[in-house]
């Protein structure tokens, strides 16, 4: 085959000039990685968060220990969804390119809770922003409780062992 031009305008347009005869034609023009959109669900990036902040030390659980308490006995429910557990205290409000997180957590005793709050904000950030390329602008943090040494887990008890 000879020399390859061939210029179309339109929705439909290819613009391409080459000479090997094997030669693939690029359609669409451009990267092919970047045609399209890649959306990312609100849940995607509050579970992400939700596994980055618990792999902190420091971190006892995540939510309050209300919303902890209804969790543990939806979990135990035939048919409960039992990945609430990993969003739980996690909020993620997600636009096309950036995300903003709030999470609220409960703390060991004797910890410094700055340093427990910067380290969940520095491992949250990396995990959401190497996993989804999405801007992390803001992460807020609310401490709702301290686990006391002493305190015992506010799961109910199983009722069937």
Known sequence: MSDIESHRSGPDSIETSGTAKGQALRRGGGDPGTRGRTT?????????TGMAARD????????????????????????????????????AEVGEKQTALDLEIVVEYGVSIADVARDVRENVVAAV??????????????????????????EPEPRIR
């Open 40 to 48: 990312i669900a609100d849940g995607v990036v509050e579970k992400i």
């Open 129 to 154: 922003e190497r996993m989804t390329g999405l801007e992390v602008v803001e992460v807020n943090i609310a401490v709702s409780d301290v686990k006391l040494p002493d305190e015992e887990d506010e």
């Open 56 to 91: 902190v030390a420091g971190v006892h659980a995540m939510g309050s220990g209300m919303s902890r308490t209804f969790g543990a006995v939806r979990d135990r429910v035939p048919g409960g969804t039992k990945s609430s557990g990993v969003t739980r205290g996690v909020k």
